[in-house]
């Protein structure tokens, strides 16, 4: 599977799984799972999917940051 590369924050999809957040933040699969299975990234289940809202991910990457993108 090919890893997509954004060149900004406009090119995000509205929602973002689980592999797209590990390919923005730079991390492995299983690193985004652990990140998303322990709360502190905001997400949605869909039946057995995980799914990240665009808006609620760059807050938290924002919050992360001290406040700034």
């Not at 949605?44 to 990457?61: D, H, Q, T």
């Amino acid at each position: 599977m090919e890893k997509k590369v954004y060149k900004s924050y406009e090119e995000l999809p509205l929602m973002l799984t689980v592999p797209g957040v590990a390919s923005v933040l730079g991390v492995g699969r299983v690193g985004a799972y652990e990140l998303a299975h322990s709360e502190e990234l905001p997400m949605l289940k869909a039946g057995s999917r995980i799914v990240i809202p665009k808006n609620k991910f760059l807050l938290w990457v924002k919050k992360q940051c001290g406040g700034e993108l």
